[in-house]
């Protein structure tokens, strides 16, 4: 297929390896995989790629499964042009390649509040899309805009309004590409917001196996948060107690394991396929219910093919 692609000032792949570009280091192959030099090298290019070309933008790879048989189509992962960060009063414009621990700690040098980041993994184009948040704090609470280019190559601006934020979720229209997005920043001290993210960071090393191959939360916690995103942490369900409580810490299936630390950590303990992974993340859904009637829904994204797709089309 790549003979046939739009040509680019960026770098197209094929056949590339996906397992190393994920935490979880699982799944096969990008049939192509697009580096763009810039915003106008991937308009252009996705203006000129044929409709019927799928095309999957992937971020860090951290709260990711890639399936063993790979992604078919064109899989777009932006680099070094796309993680610029900067400051302006109380607005911070990250490139949606911006690690967000990166952008806490920027926007706290300059007395402005993104703390809730710094213990997020994954960059800022992720982190709109899927309305990320921590300790009460969400996107959908500090987002002013965000830039995107949609599958037709055009560059649109969007609104909060627009993506029309949820739990853990927006309206990103499907095939679109995040490239940067601006924040309203509450303003704070800078030393004060340091020992916050020190404080948090400890939280979270107390807390959850930050040293172990894992994608973050396998599963939304299941109910009790509004159509902002925001939460109610007193009356919520969590999702490590329901897994917990129906005896599936610890689970295992081949080298997929539930992690004894911390019930709701999908972990690849060693050798682990992706359809070890998502087997076990099913068999856990499957319990659950079973034992409590909850259904668990998947927060880790899955994608790609369980076998290899067909590369001769």
Same mark, same amino acid.
């Given at each position: 297929m790549i003979a046939d692609l739009p040509k680019v000032r960026g770098t197209l792949? +094929?056949?590339? +390896? =996906?397992?190393?570009?994920?935490? /979880?280091?699982?799944? !096969? +192959? $990008?049939?192509?995989? &697009?580096?763009?030099?810039?915003a106008e090298d /991937?308009? @252009?290019?996705?203006k000129a790629l044929p409709a019927d070309v799928p095309v999957f933008p992937m #971020?860090?790879?951290s709260n990711l499964i890639v399936r063993d048989g790979g992604v078919p189509g064109v899989v777009i992962r932006l680099g070094r042009g796309f993680n610029a960060i900067q400051t302006e009063g109380t607005r911070v414009t990250a490139g949606a390649?911006? =690690?967000? *621990?990166?952008? $806490?700690?920027?926007?706290? %040098?300059?007395? =402005?509040?993104l703390t809730f980041l710094r213990t997020i993994p994954g960059s800022i184009g992720g982190a709109v899309r899927m309305n990320a948040g921590c300790y009460g704090a969400y996107v959908a609470d500090v987002l002013h805009s965000?830039?995107?280019?949609l599958r037709d190559g055009s560059r649109v601006t969007l609104t +909060?309004?627009? =993506?029309? &934020?949820?739990?853990?979720?927006s309206n990103l229209p499907d095939g679109a590409v995040i490239v940067s997005a601006t924040f309203d920043a509450p303003r704070g001290d800078p030393d004060a917001l340091s020992r916050r993210m020190e404080e948090q960071l400890a939280k979270r090393d107390a807390s959850q196996p930050t040293k172990d191959r894992t994608a973050g939360s396998t599963f939304r916690n299941p109910v009790g948060h509004s159509s902002t995103g925001r939460a109610d942490d007193s009356h919520d369900l969590k999702a490590w107690k329901v897994i917990e409580d129906a005896g599936l810490r610890g689970a295992t299936? #081949?080298?997929?394991?539930?992690? %004894?630390?911390?019930?709701? &950590? /999908?972990?690849?303990?060693? !050798?682990?396929? *992706?359809?070890? /992974? %998502? @087997?076990?993340g099913e068999k856990v859904r499957k319990e659950v219910y079973a034992d409590s009637g909850l259904t668990l829904e998947w927060e880790i994204m899955r994608v790609g093919m369980r076998t290899p797709f067909d590369t001769t089309r």
């Open positions: 792949t +094929p056949d590339r +390896p =996906l397992d190393s570009l994920t935490w /979880l280091r699982v799944g !096969g +192959p $990008a049939e192509v995989l &697009f580096q763009p030099a810039d /991937l308009s @252009d290019f996705l #971020g860090v790879g390649a911006a =690690l967000d *621990a990166h952008v $806490a700690r920027r926007a706290a %040098e300059a007395g =402005l509040d965000a830039e995107a280019i +909060p309004a627009e =993506l029309a &934020f949820a739990y853990r979720s299936l #081949g080298g997929a394991v539930m992690n %004894e630390m911390h019930a709701n &950590f /999908l972990t690849n303990a060693g !050798g682990a396929t *992706a359809a070890d /992974l %998502e @087997d076990l």
